[in-house]
């Protein structure tokens, strides 16, 4: 029986005793054939092809197997789209070399916001917009680049579709990664709230996501009810389920058919506080999961991860792999190994890296050397 399905069996009132007393880390790290790692990959044109290379062989020596480049990134593509915005052809270069260097490549792209001029123009009724009216598009919310767009436009499903198509045709490539599937946060994590400004102890309505009438109606239809007319939306359990199907169904219905057609592997960067992405992740029909487990986003130890992780599986059918997303740029080396360790320990299939810039050559080094050990 694999480990994460023992673990999975354990009863949930127990799940967190069970694990305070169990580690497998010794034989888990040394490297089973079910192990598998990743690393979050910012593309950058103008490294070269030989620092491409090195990068690669230092990546797949230190344990990595699957690289996740990011090729759109809501304003322009790193590959050769015929429909957006090209900035290089990046994914084209990268995908011999990782091959060479034994790393599988699943291409990361931006799904919900857009920050593209032409579809700003073309189609501002794609937005989404808030409890107060609002659209992403002229006010979105924390930073500019929050120009969200609604699940439920059918040319927004068409827009998105066309992406993950666009991108199945390359043969070499091994996956989709979808990254921003979701809708604004309506409350942040609570280690970013301060940066902003705010202070978010309930939903507030300029940070609720989505009302505009194309939402309303699909609501209202099925409810007899406008959403607008709620005293305290936060509280209907039935429109905070619509918010978070409007996703579900866009991904299991659209998406995954799209580069599932093409033998992709299709996997999503998730958030472990979902319900305030409206993000219900573990009804999606991926191949695997990368929850976003940045513990100093939410003032937590490295103990936190290992619970979020435990959490995670235990929500997922076993044909879904999850993989533990862990934040370099907080984690001391010693501490990436702890972060890992614990990851393992609650039943992830491995761990995925936020990201390859992040790393130094102390993380690089005792990473490398606890892999091989």
């Excluded at 034989?27 to 044109?45: F, H, I, L």
């Excluded at 197997?65 to 322009?76: G, K």
């Excluded at 990254?179 to 939903?203: H, M, S």
Aim: aromatic share 10%.
């Amino acid at each position: 029986m694999r480990r994460r399905e023992f673990l999975k069996r354990v009863n949930v009132g127990v799940l967190g005793l069970f694990l305070g007393q169990l580690s497998f880390k010794t034989s888990w790290a040394k490297g089973t054939p079910e192990m598998k790692n990743w690393a979050w990959y910012r593309t950058r044109s103008e490294i070269s092809g030989d620092e491409q290379r090195k990068l690669m062989d230092k990546m797949r020596a230190a344990g990595i197997q699957a690289i996740l480049p990011e090729v759109y990134n809501s304003h322009n593509a790193r590959f050769r789209s015929q429909r957006l915005p090209v900035s290089a052809p990046v994914l084209e270069q990268l995908i011999p070399m990782a091959k060479s260097a034994g790393l599988e490549v699943h291409a990361w792209m931006w799904s919900m916001p857009n920050n593209i001029e032409k579809s700003h123009v073309q189609h501002p009724e794609w937005f989404a917009v808030n409890g107060k009216g609002e659209s992403a598009l002229q006010k979105p919310a924390y930073v500019d680049y929050y120009k969200f767009m609604c699940p439920n436009r059918p040319g927004v499903q068409e827009f998105v579709e066309e992406n993950v198509k666009e991108l199945a045709q390359y043969d070499d490539l091994d996956g989709i990664h979808l990254d921003y599937i979701r809708l604004p946060d309506v409350i942040l994590a609570e280690n970013l709230q301060p940066k902003y400004g705010i202070v978010q102890d309930r939903e507030y309505p300029e940070y609720d996501y989505c009302y505009c009438e194309i939402c309303r109606s699909l609501f209202e239809a099925e409810h007899d009810l406008d959403p607008l007319n709620l005293k305290d939306p936060s509280e209907n359990q039935a429109w905070r389920q619509f918010r978070c199907d409007s996703i579900t169904n866009l991904v299991n219905d659209r998406l995954i058919p799209a580069g599932r057609k093409h033998d992709k592997v299709m996997t999503a960067a998730v958030f472990p506080n979902w319900q305030h992405v409206r993000q219900e992740w573990s009804k999606w029909h991926l191949d695997a999961v990368l929850p976003m487990l940045y513990n100093s986003f939410y003032n937590q130890t490295i103990g936190w991860i290992k619970e979020k992780t435990a959490t995670g599986v235990h929500s997922l059918p076993d044909t879904v792999s999850l993989y533990s997303g862990l934040f370099v740029p907080a984690l001391e080396p010693e501490e990436l190994i702890d972060a890992i360790e614990k990851s393992l320990e609650a039943g992830a299939d491995g761990v995925s890296l936020f990201a390859v810039g992040s790393m130094t050559d102390r993380h690089w080094a005792v990473l490398s050397k606890y892999m091989n050990r």
